[in-house]
Structures are given as structure tokens and as C-alpha cells.
């Protein structure tokens, strides 16, 4: 037996889904993304899962378009102002989950999800 040892030191994140994969609501309707991480060992299922929330127009908290605009908090709770199909809603962690989340030039792991505005 070695002190100090264990597979939490070698604990990294794989993989990262968002539910719902596909929402739709209309405008100045609200969706609730939840991230969910699953690690290489025990436990190998985190939700909801400490990421960073990003759009497909940028990383801002609110995202338009010529047809319309949406928004999101940092909880993943989305929000759409006007009609604005197709955007893809990102969630982004570090792949060491010791590091934050905020953490910046580390291999990150992603997942995505489409959220429309109708």
C-alpha cells in the first residue's frame, strides 16, 4: 500500500453531454441546459457538471443574428428574445477536473446542444 496514491490523481474528464440535445421554445420563452460529465474513474457520472456556456455567434451572454437573438447565464439557463433558429449551445470544462472551469490554455472537453427560437 503507497500513501498519497489512488486513480483520483488520474481522474480525467471524457466526455461532456448537454440535456436537452434539441429545444425549442418561443420568443421570450426560457430552457434549462444541464451538463453532464463522465469521467475516466469513479465516480465516472457528474450532473449537473460545472462548465462554461458559449453560443455559436460567440462567447458573450447574449448571441444575434439578422434574424433574431438569444441569450444564456452562466447556469445554462437559455432565453430567447426573437425567432432565431439553429443555435448551437456549447458547454465547455477543463479535461483536469482539479483545474476551474474558467481555466484558460488546457485541453478542454466539450459537448453540444441546438437551441431554437420560434
Known amino acids: 500500500m503507497s500513501c498519497g496514491g489512488g486513480t483520483s490523481a488520474d481522474r480525467m474528464l471524457v466526455s ?3 440535456t436537452p440535445g434539441v429545444a425549442t421554445t418561443t420568443a421570450d420563452g426560457r430552457i434549462q441546459f444541464v451538463a453532464t460529465g463522465t469521467f475516466s474513474a469513479p465516480p465516472v457520472t457528474v450532473s ?4 462554461n456556456w458559449s453560443g455559436s455567434w460567440s462567447g458573450a451572454p447574449v448571441w444575434c443574428d439578422p434574424d433574431g437573438c438569444a441569450g444564456m447565464n452562466p447556469q445554462g439557463l437559455a ?3 426573437a425567432h432565431t433558429p439553429g443555435v448551437t449551445i456549447t458547454a465547455s470544462a477543463p479535461r483536469d477536473p482539479k483545474l ?3 481555466t484558460k490554455n488546457v485541453p478542454m472537453v466539450s459537448g453540444t446542444a441546438t ?3 420560434e
Open 79 to 81: 432565453i430567447c428574445f
Open 48 to 51: 449537473p457538471l460545472p462548465v
Open 115 to 117: 437551441l431554437n427560437c
Open 100 to 102: 476551474p472551469v474558467d
Open 16 to 18: 461532456i453531454s448537454i
